[in-house]
């Protein structure tokens, strides 16, 4: 069973940054995508930030120039730059890990940011 622990959330100012931590039971190397989701209450999870093989990213619109998405194949750790953030950032951010038919989550963290 592949597990997946985020870290890194937290609470911050409007214009500050915070990094996001997924940490992978296994190596990670050889998952086809992995990614970043968010969640706000009442709100569907939506796709944050993508990161496939072949160091190909991709990014939802209102991130894009100030979150950055990268792995570390060594640490089996995917994370997520976040920078100049805004209160609609705010969200419990997810990580998401895809091996074929297979599709792993993590349990969340809690990301606000104050105006």
């Known amino acids: 069973q592949v597990q997946l622990v985020e870290s890194g959330g937290g609470l911050v100012q409007a214009g500050g940054s915070l990094r996001l931590s997924c940490a992978v039971s296994?190596?990670?190397?050889?998952?086809?995508?992995m990614g970043w989701y968010r969640q706000a209450p009442g709100k569907q999870r939506e796709l944050v930030a993508g990161s496939a093989r072949g160091a190909l990213t991709n990014y939802k619109d209102s991130v894009k120039g100030r979150f950055t998405v990268s792995r570390d194949n060594a640490k089996n750790t995917m994370y997520l730059q976040m920078n100049s953030l805004k209160p609609e950032d705010t969200a419990v951010y997810y990580c998401?890990?895809?091996?074929?038919?297979?599709?792993?989550w993590g349990q969340g963290t809690q990301v606000t940011v104050s105006s």
């Open positions: 296994r190596s990670i190397f050889s998952f086809g995508f």
């Open positions: 998401n890990a895809k091996d074929g038919a297979f599709s792993s």
